[in-house]
């Protein structure tokens, strides 16, 4: 399976950004998806996840009450980013793996990243 990332941008700080990741090749049958961000200068952090049910996400601290993740089961997952900050700004990557701990440290599969940029 390959992913392809989309929807980033330029925004205005309190704004919001709907970013999107389909499969292709196969659909994400069996697989947890996540999104992680690398700022500059920074380290790839983990941002959200989900699981193949759709039931259980998981996201990072700095991102909680804003950031919501979603899928529509078989091609898409999104990362719905409200009331963004300039600190959000960074390159957003989607992931996945079977695995609900690996998707949320070390994925196996990556896709392409989208740039965000939060103006002040």
């Known amino acids: 399976v390959q992913l392809q990332a989309s929807g980033g941008g330029l925004v205005q700080a309190g704004g919001s950004l709907r970013l999107s990741c389909e499969a292709s090749?196969?659909?994400?049958?069996?697989?947890?998806t996540s999104w992680f961000r690398q700022a500059p200068g920074k380290e790839r952090e983990f941002v959200a996840a989900v699981t193949w049910s759709g039931g259980t996400t998981s996201y990072a601290d700095s991102v909680k009450g804003r950031f919501t993740i979603a899928r529509d089961r078989a091609k898409t997952v999104y990362l719905q980013m409200n009331s963004l900050k300039p600190e959000d700004t960074a390159v957003y990557y989607c992931?996945?793996?079977?695995?609900?701990?690996?998707?949320?440290?070390?994925?196996?599969?990556w896709g392409q990243g989208t740039l965000v940029t939060v103006s002040s």
């Open positions: 090749g196969r659909t994400f049958n069996g697989y947890a």
């Open positions: 992931a996945a793996d079977p695995s609900w701990v690996r998707v949320r440290l070390t994925p196996n599969l």
